[in-house]
């Protein structure tokens, strides 16, 4: 069972918009930036989001993080097939003094 | 380019050991901190362990603590993970990517090396 809950699986139209949810509690979210990682399967992960909100150079601004207290969420809009993908919410617990990933998020985009 | 290669994987016996490698390329090797990442056959990614730049400060998750050891060689730009003690459950896909410790977010990954336990 993860640190950071995340919804197994979500779904949308080509087109649509969709938001994945990771729960977490103050020795990690609550206190530390969180990441979001795209994760193709046979391919390296990906770094979408950093710092909460923030884009790396060479991702689209169809890709937003946002954070509320001890809950962060990763927003994707105008939904692409090649959006399909499984998506990880990430931070340091400083509680446990170790890196903790969301169990992860299987995107489907109908 | 910024690129990470990992290497030492295979099939290995319950209780044996296997050291990985991950070569690092296009970018201070020394001035970052690094971790390594695994993925079990239809499992979610877990981190491994953790090992600070300058200081070589380590971290491990409960998993593995005391089973795993991470180092790096500055000198030759290439993290390590010796893991002894290995279970069924240390099948995975073994990724490192760096660490930016500062803003916490591991920002560039290895493909990875594909770690087998098994009699």
């Known amino acids: 069972q993860s640190v950071l809950t995340q919804p197994p699986s979500v779904s949308a139209a080509p087109g649509q918009k969709v938001t994945i949810s990771c729960s977490g509690s103050s020795s990690n979210i609550g206190n530390n930036y969180v990441s979001w990682y795209q994760h193709l399967p046979g391919t390296a992960p990906k770094l979408l989001i950093c710092e909460d909100n923030k884009r790396p150079s060479g991702i689209p601004d169809r890709f937003s993080g946002s954070k509320s207290g001890t809950s962060a969420t990763l927003g994707i809009t105008g939904l692409q097939t090649g959006d399909e993908a499984d998506y990880y919410c990430g931070t340091w617990d400083s509680s446990l003094s170790a890196w903790v990933f969301g169990g992860g998020t299987k995107l489907t985009v109908l | 380019e910024v690129q990470l290669l990992e290497s030492g994987g295979g099939l290995v016996q319950p209780g044996g050991s296997l050291r990985l490698s991950c070569a690092a390329s296009g970018f201070t090797f020394s001035s970052y901190a690094m971790s390594w990442v695994r993925q079990a056959p239809g499992k979610g990614l877990e981190w491994v362990s953790g090992?600070?730049?300058?200081?070589?400060?380590?971290y491990y998750a409960d998993s593995v603590k005391g089973r795993f050891t991470i180092s790096r060689d500055n000198s030759k730009n290439t993290l390590y993970l010796q893991m002894n003690g290995l279970r069924a459950e240390d099948t995975a896909v073994y990724s490192c990517?760096?660490?930016?410790?500062?803003?916490?977010?591991?920002?560039?990954w290895g493909k990875g090396t594909t770690v087998t336990v098994s009699s």
């Open positions: 090992i600070g730049g300058s200081d070589s400060s380590t």
């Open positions: 990517a760096i660490y930016v410790a500062s803003e916490g977010y591991m920002d560039v």
